[in-house]
């Protein structure tokens, strides 16, 4: 039996996720990021949301839109450095943060995809995310309010290791530059990097796809995530403001003048 995964428009995908809902988003600073459905939570207005995500968007772009909204409540990501807002955010009491090493975080997205509860990883090993007390919430007045527990540790092969256990979310908001009417999903180079992963950990996983195609038309050995992780795909409108691909940093330099 067909299943037809394709729904209207990205009001409609994201219309049942609710306040306070946890959210698996991919993308790797504003390289392979869900624009579009962002930007329609955004108009929905849901807050105190739980996001998973390597970084938050900038201040004007991506998942920083959401935060500039006041809509996030708590971030898990490995890298936090591109927002002021987030920053202020943090510092003031506003936003709770789980900061993970990459690896870890990568790792703990596809465990639970794959059913894992927990693993075993050296990263980290020795460092305070492994003895606990990292500020994940301050008060106002710059005290710790939330401080992050301590982790349980192994020895394996004379080597220390730290339990991690697995995300899985309600939701996950994820993009990609194929798909077809069944879900199964094709990345453009290095904007695969954490939608996969994010895919994966999603209870319903809602997909923005650049081309839509029918089922057939991607050879199964060039499909990146199968359909079986996706709930609901939405065809990404072109000239829509939401989907354009912004560059984060550009840096150039002058051409050399060839020598003769």
Not at 170 to 199: I, M, T
Request: net charge negative; with cysteine.
């Amino acid at each position: 039996m067909s299943v037809d995964k394709v729904v209207g428009d990205s009001a409609e995908a994201v219309a049942d996720v609710a306040e306070g809902a946890s959210l698996a988003v991919g993308g790797f600073g504003l390289c392979g990021i869900p624009g579009v459905l962002i930007e329609a939570l955004r108009q929905r207005g849901t807050g105190g949301l739980h996001v998973v995500s390597n970084n938050c968007g900038v201040d004007d772009r991506g998942l920083g839109l959401l935060l500039r909204d006041g809509r996030i409540a708590r971030m898990t990501s490995s890298y936090v450095g591109e927002n002021k807002e987030f920053a202020r955010q943090y510092l003031s009491g506003e936003l709770e943060v789980e900061l993970v090493p990459q690896g870890t975080l990568a790792e703990r997205l596809r465990a639970g995809g794959a059913g894992m509860p927990a693993f075993y990883t050296p990263a980290a090993a020795g460092t305070q995310i492994a003895d606990g007390g990292l500020p994940w919430r301050y008060r106002p007045d710059g005290t710790v309010a939330v401080a992050s527990p301590p982790k349980e540790t192994r020895t394996f092969g004379g080597r220390e290791y730290l339990l991690e256990e697995a995300v899985t979310t309600d939701f996950a908001l994820v993009r990609a530059a194929v798909g077809d009417r069944h879900g199964n999903l094709v990345f453009h180079a290095s904007a695969r990097n954490f939608n996969p992963l994010a895919a994966m950990a999603g209870r319903v996983t809602v997909a923005e796809v650049e081309e839509l195609v029918e089922p057939g038309e991607i050879p199964p050995d060039r499909v990146h995530l199968p359909g079986i992780f996706v709930q609901r795909v939405v065809r990404v409108v072109p000239g829509d403001p939401a989907a354009a691909k912004r560059i984060e940093r550009r840096t150039t330099r002058p051409r050399l003048q060839e020598a003769y």
